[in-house]
């Protein structure tokens, strides 16, 4: 367990060389869920998961006489620091989708974990189920833990509301602040978390994050008179105040780079609906760190890479066009990092047509030299182009459009030829999110032999693609993949997919499940992400029976509020998309992969 001192090493390189710059797949593992949406796609084939049939149905009934006491019961008689932060959190999103039921409630266990410091990560996982819960009569317990109030020592049973508990209030009043509507009540949020940020500049780097990053998520009203260079003085307070106070944040030398560059994507983030004076403000900003020159820090050039393709967008306007040509320049010329989110910016921008004319020119500008990218890139450079096609793809789809016609063939040959299992995966992704329906019988063979995490890959590509031929090669490598977990999850994942409701029976099989803990493990966290209302009874058994093994009975609490939850997303997508995910802190990912990081708690 991390110690209440411990923080990041300011002094340390972002990374120790090239070999350890994070790739395609660093970023695909906190995006996939914002791309997949393979709840949506779930209910949208299969009906009967949200509906009403008897087996299938997620009902207010089956929740409140199995799901919502089996927790309840669960918490009561307590157990390992882990298994009651999984308990924890799926209570919290069963009462975010389903509301408050009888028996025990979530801010009530939420409390009394809160106030035992013996077991700190409990306490901890307590504060992010409130965020969880997106209850506002949390707010101003998390406001006292936050600013490190007297009550707040006195809700933790402590002389002092350490750096780690601090960060993960301010993480969970970030989400209540995004789900609620209410302005008064984003007002009071915002005030805590830009005052905590002005109290304390050398303040730990995961509480400083975390503030930041909750800040993005609770956009205020605009206000015409407050620009981002305005006055954000106490009294008056509006978007143009956060965006004041994040843009300032952003270009104070004094700060450092680490955390200036992590308060760029909040700051894109709050500008994305601002008034166009303050949108035009920011993308100006964001384009200093690229100009040719520049002395900014490299973390600091990832982000105003990231910012930008939240802000830019494909029309003839000048400024826009400034962008595109700032980060066509990265993708030329950039360093390793820097040229992949240069891809995937870019993509993002020819998705956005803009308010100006001529979007169509804009975007085949990009798919020009995202095409250049796929044929002639240097060493990663070509995965990274990949993934950007079907990110672009993603964007255009709900406008009735799509990309080039002929991005898909240079991909499709990747699956057949020499290429690097880096390069071959990310075809099999992209071609996923293209759905192209010409990549079908090539996926089928890579699923069929070869390298497991490409096997894998072409098989969640072929659940995307939704070609009905492609159950029966999905079906035959199924069976081959029990002793391979990660690939036995994509199989199963993409026949669900495909609308083969009995994998889940084959999941759950009393042969199957018997090989022991591990193989429960697997199977609850299956049935978790591609299961409905039917798998909830072994799911109940599992995490009610106290002989099982621990990590058993976690990944069922686990499932079960996975289950429970109508969100089309994890809860966790809001902070994961966009971060800067070379520079994370242990409070967002534990370094000892104890789950006790904000993001490892999903």
Not at 181 to 203: F, M, P, V, Y
Not at 485 to 505: K, M, N, W
Not at 581 to 595: I, P, V, Y
């Amino acid at each position: 367990m991390p110690g209440e001192t411990e923080t990041p090493d300011f002094g340390a390189p972002m990374t120790a060389a090239e070999d350890d710059v994070p790739g395609w797949q660093t970023w695909w593992r906190f995006h996939r869920d914002a791309y997949l949406e393979l709840k949506g796609i779930l209910v949208a084939r299969d009906p009967t998961t949200e509906g009403a049939g008897p087996s299938a149905s997620r009902s207010s009934t089956v929740i409140d006489a199995k799901l919502r006491p089996a927790l309840q019961r669960a918490l009561q008689s307590a157990g390992d620091a882990e298994l009651v932060r999984a308990e924890l959190i799926a209570l919290a999103r069963t009462e975010a989708s389903w509301g408050r039921g009888d028996g025990l409630s979530l801010s009530d266990a939420a409390s009394f974990f809160l106030s035992q410091p013996k077991i700190r990560a409990v306490g901890e996982a307590a504060v992010v189920a409130l965020g969880v819960r997106k209850d506002a009569a949390s707010i101003a317990l998390l406001n006292d833990l936050v600013l490190d109030t007297p009550v707040g020592r006195a809700a933790v049973g402590s002389t002092v509301v350490d750096f780690r508990t601090r960060a993960f209030a301010a993480y969970a009043l970030g989400l209540i602040g995004e789900a609620n509507g209410e302005l008064t009540t984003r007002k009071r949020i915002a005030r805590t978390l830009i005052d905590a940020l002005a109290a304390d500049s050398n303040a730990p780097y995961d509480l400083q994050l975390a503030l930041l990053v909750a800040l993005g998520l609770v956009p205020l009203e605009n206000c015409a008179d407050t620009p981002p260079e305005g006055s954000s003085e106490f009294g008056h307070l509006c978007r143009g105040t956060e965006l004041s106070f994040l843009l300032d944040f952003v270009q104070d030398p004094s700060r450092h780079p680490r955390l200036r560059a992590q308060a760029v994507v909040p700051l894109a983030r709050l500008a994305q609906t601002a008034t166009l004076e303050n949108l035009d403000a920011i993308r100006e900003a964001l384009l200093v760190p690229l100009a040719p020159g520049s002395r900014s820090p490299s973390e600091v050039r990832q982000s105003a890479i990231i910012g930008l393709g939240l802000l830019g967008d494909a029309d003839r306007d000048g400024l826009d066009r400034e962008v595109r040509d700032a980060l066509l320049r990265e993708l030329a010329r950039g360093e390793r990092l820097e040229r992949g989110l240069a891809a995937i910016s870019l993509a993002r921008v020819a998705g956005r047509p803009g308010r100006g004319e001529d979007s169509a020119h804009g975007q085949a500008e990009i798919e020009a030299a995202l095409f250049k990218e796929l044929s002639a890139g240097r060493g990663s450079a070509r995965a990274w182009a990949a993934i950007a096609f079907g990110v672009l793809e993603r964007a255009l789809v709900p406008q009735g459009r799509h990309v080039r016609i002929d991005a898909a063939k240079p991909l499709r040959s990747w699956l057949t030829s020499g290429r690097s299992s880096d390069e071959i995966g990310a075809a099999c992704i992209a071609l996923g999110l293209l759905r192209d329906p010409d990549a079908v019988e090539p996926l089928g063979t890579r699923v069929s032999r070869g390298d497991a995490q490409i096997r894998g890959h072409a098989a969640l590509a072929l659940g995307l693609i939704g070609d009905a031929t492609a159950r029966e090669p999905l079906s035959a490598a199924l069976a081959g993949a029990s002793g391979e977990p990660e690939l036995y999850r994509s199989i199963a994942t993409a026949l669900r997919l495909l609308g083969v409701r009995t994998v889940l029976d084959e999941i759950a099989s009393a042969p199957r499940v018997e090989n022991g803990p591990q193989a429960k493990v697997e199977a609850a966290m299956l049935l978790g992400s591609i299961g409905d209302a039917r798998s909830i009874d072994p799911l109940v058994t599992w995490l009610s029976d106290s002989e099982e093994a621990p990590e058993v009975r976690r990944a069922a609490a686990w499932a079960l509020g996975e289950l429970a939850d109508r969100s089309p997303r994890p809860w966790t997508s809001s902070i994961s998309v966009d971060l800067h995910f070379g520079l994370m802190a242990s409070t967002l990912a534990s370094w000892a992969r104890d789950g006790s990081g904000l993001l490892d708690m999903r």
